[in-house]
């Protein structure tokens, strides 16, 4: 399994739109991805033990981390 910390969408810390794909096509951000507060993670390059890690540490932190299904990932945003 591969065991990268892979950011899939993002947005840049003051806001606006950001595109990190080199060999993929532009894809617009959704809404909550232009705001500077919200970032994707994947999910499928991380094992069990680094998925349970990455959990804690975002609790710790106060980030809130959502697991979404499709494709496979975390939606990061700030807890409130």
């Known amino acids: 399994m591969d065991t990268r910390f892979v950011i899939t969408e993002a947005s840049l810390e003051w806001g606006g739109l950001f595109d990190v794909a080199k060999d993929a096509q532009w894809r617009n951000p959704h809404r909550t991805h232009r705001d500077g507060e919200h970032m994707d993670v994947r999910s499928t390059t991380l094992g069990r033990g680094q998925r ?27 807890m409130r």
């Open 52 to 78: 349970d890690r990455f959990l804690l540490l975002c609790e710790r932190a106060r980030i809130r981390c959502v697991p979404e299904t499709a494709p496979s990932h975390f939606h990061l945003s700030p």
